[in-house]
């Protein structure tokens, strides 16, 4: 990919629903398998060198950082959100001027053809920011991606926020992108945390670059399996029996 290209991978995550009696490790560090969830997401982007590529670490960061030597790295701390998590990433990528692609160290099922079709897309449209989307039928509980009367980007919203014919776009944002680096910093600035939870989301800085004349697309490249995260033990067992299923193939 060049040396254009940088990635941030958010691993700050404590996974308070995941944890159980003697386990106490970040949520990237519980096993599928038996190897760490953040390290299927590595290998996915092994396209990169190691140098590349920051981990945003947080809860027990040094059991990340440890097992993870080769990689920067940034802290989050305390953890106010997915636009926070970016924020945070931005010391180790000082300089750099170039596409910075953000995923998540909790989706160990994305692969590495997905993230190049992705930067691809990106590079070939000359967006300031494409994300990621995958078309599925069932009623997932993920933000839709709107687009226009062209089939251009439009906006993202949100599944609680869903109108009823809101509902019945099939197309759902997978929350991994890619920016333009001046775009991403100029929009993370401008984030601010309206909401309940009172963090600041990367999901509003597409919106935030198309309102100010950027270009924003979206690559409808992940399938419905690659977009599961894991928040629970039983979402952990389904990616087990994924990962498995894998290997057998």
């Known amino acids: 990919?060049?040396?254009?290209?940088?990635?941030?991978?958010?691993a700050a995550g404590k996974g308070t629903r995941l944890r159980t009696e003697g386990i106490d490790l970040p949520k990237v560090m519980r096993e599928a398998a038996g190897r760490p969830l953040l390290d299927y997401v590595l290998k996915a982007l092994d396209f990169l060198e190691a140098k590349d590529i920051v981990l945003v670490a947080g809860y027990r960061r040094e059991a990340v950082l440890s097992?993870?030597?080769a990689y920067p790295f940034a802290v989050q701390e305390p953890q106010l959100g997915t636009g926070h998590a970016a924020q945070c990433a931005r010391e180790a990528l000082a300089g750099f001027d170039g596409s910075i692609l953000i995923c998540y160290g909790?989706?160990?099922l994305m692969?590495?053809?997905?993230?190049?079709?992705?930067?691809?897309?990106?590079?070939r449209e000359g967006n300031d920011c494409t994300l990621l989307s995958a078309v599925s039928d069932e009623a997932l509980p993920y933000g839709r991606v709107v687009r226009d009367g062209a089939g251009a980007f439009s906006r993202i919203v949100e599944d609680k926020d869903c109108t009823p014919e809101e509902k019945k776009i099939r197309e759902l944002n997978v929350g991994v992108y890619v920016f333009e680096s001046a775009a991403l910093w100029r929009a993370l600035e401008q984030l601010r945390p309206n909401n309940a939870q009172g963090e600041y989301y990367l999901t509003d800085a597409p919106s935030y670059i198309l309102e100010r004349g950027g270009k924003v697309g979206a690559c409808p490249a992940c399938t419905p399996e690659e977009m599961l995260g894991v928040n629970t033990i039983e979402q952990l067992q389904q990616v087990e029996a994924l990962v498995r299923a894998r290997g057998r193939a």
């Open 111 to 123: 692969r590495r053809e997905t993230f190049t079709s992705l930067l691809a897309l990106h590079a």
């Open 67 to 69: 097992a993870y030597p």
């Open 1 to 10: 990919m060049g040396d254009k290209v940088k990635a941030v991978v958010l």
């Open 106 to 108: 909790d989706m160990p």
